[in-house]
């Protein structure tokens, strides 16, 4: 197992990792609407959806994967009425590509967040020291 860390994607705000990597798979912990530098999106679905997906993007290509790599995706909403909304967004950044995923609507996200979004990657290559 392999600790995955990047100043590009915020800071775990709990005891947690970014993403482990285990073998030739990446599992990212649930990501949220916060900018690098803590920051948390304003209250909208698409803005808060891209900022998910941008996190996403970062730890996925500093473990030496990417989002075409992504097998599994687990969204979760504060509302399930933001689904269309959030599948515009979701569908732009996997270009074509369709992992397996699950959706599910929760009482309440960290930070009072509208969605997050964690997944399970292949690793395109080995990790630099």
């Not at 808060?48 to 909403?77: C, D, H, P, W, Y």
Request: aromatic content about 6%; some cysteine; hydrophobic content about 45%.
């Amino acid at each position: 197992m392999r600790t995955v860390q990047t100043d590009d994607a915020p800071q775990a705000i709990g005891p947690y990792s970014q993403a482990m990597k285990v073998g030739d798979f990446i599992f990212t912990s649930g990501q949220i609407a916060l900018t690098p530098n803590g920051v948390m999106v304003q209250e909208d679905i698409g803005l808060q959806t891209a900022q998910v997906m941008r996190n996403l993007k970062a730890v996925l290509e500093a473990a030496g994967s990417s989002l075409q790599q992504v097998v599994k995706t687990t969204i979760f909403l504060a509302d399930m009425e933001d689904f269309a909304a959030v599948n515009t967004i979701y569908e732009e950044w996997f270009d074509g590509h369709k992992p397996a995923r699950s959706t599910v609507a929760v009482k309440t996200l960290p930070k009072n967040a509208l969605v997050e979004i964690e997944c399970i990657a292949l690793v395109e290559a080995p990790i630099p020291d």
